[in-house]
């Protein structure tokens, strides 16, 4: 007899580990900039499904293999709310996450490297997208946008896509 064993999680990103957002990253930059997780889970992570902008989902387990989604299973009070791209790889930027040892009470880092302060992730990933953008569209950018990378950045902390924010620019100023 075989069974399987589930149980409830919490619905906190921030509890699941980096390998497994990477998995779900990499999904979500192939199939849609939207995921939802299912709090029941089991194995390596929480099943999750994704939409794209048409409004298709597609669901996959743990292990990020295709999946069909149980009736329900996506349903609120079943699933997390929606977590978009960037939220998604801000919590894998997470890193150094904190464990109490059992036997002491003592807390310890996983990593011997303190990790960043969540501004700091956020300026970083704000950067990282700023430049990705930049370098994907450079050659229909105006030369001189670099003139206003500030007021880019500014848009895009106050939580404007990176499209947006250049648009924003360009109807501006050019």
């Given at each position: 007899m075989t069974t399987t064993r589930s149980k409830r999680w919490s619905g906190n990103i921030e509890s699941l580990k980096?390998?497994?957002l990477g998995g779900v990253l990499e999904q979500m930059t192939i199939y849609g900039e939207r995921v939802q997780f299912a709090l029941v889970t089991s194995g390596n992570g929480p099943h999750y499904q994704l939409t794209n902008t048409a409004g298709k989902k597609m669901a996959f387990d743990g292990n990020h293999h295709?999946?069909?989604p149980e009736d329900g299973e996506f349903v609120p009070g079943n699933a997390t709310g929606v977590f978009t791209l960037d939220q998604i790889r801000l919590a894998k930027?997470?890193?150094g996450k904190t464990t109490r040892s059992l036997s002491t009470g003592r807390v310890t880092r996983s990593s011997g490297v303190r990790a960043p302060s969540a501004a700091t992730r956020a300026k970083e990933?704000?950067?990282s997208?700023?430049?990705?953008?930049f370098k994907?569209?450079?050659a229909t950018l105006p030369d001189t946008i670099?003139?206003?990378s500030e007021e880019i950045t500014t848009l895009m902390r106050g939580g404007m896509p990176a499209e947006q924010a250049f648009g924003e620019i360009i109807k501006?100023?050019?």
């Amino acid at each position: 007899m075989t069974t399987t064993r589930s149980k409830r999680w919490s619905g906190n990103i921030e509890s699941l580990k980096a390998g497994y957002l990477g998995g779900v990253l990499e999904q979500m930059t192939i199939y849609g900039e939207r995921v939802q997780f299912a709090l029941v889970t089991s194995g390596n992570g929480p099943h999750y499904q994704l939409t794209n902008t048409a409004g298709k989902k597609m669901a996959f387990d743990g292990n990020h293999h295709l999946h069909h989604p149980e009736d329900g299973e996506f349903v609120p009070g079943n699933a997390t709310g929606v977590f978009t791209l960037d939220q998604i790889r801000l919590a894998k930027a997470g890193g150094g996450k904190t464990t109490r040892s059992l036997s002491t009470g003592r807390v310890t880092r996983s990593s011997g490297v303190r990790a960043p302060s969540a501004a700091t992730r956020a300026k970083e990933l704000v950067d990282s997208e700023k430049y990705e953008y930049f370098k994907a569209n450079r050659a229909t950018l105006p030369d001189t946008i670099g003139e206003h990378s500030e007021e880019i950045t500014t848009l895009m902390r106050g939580g404007m896509p990176a499209e947006q924010a250049f648009g924003e620019i360009i109807k501006k100023y050019f």
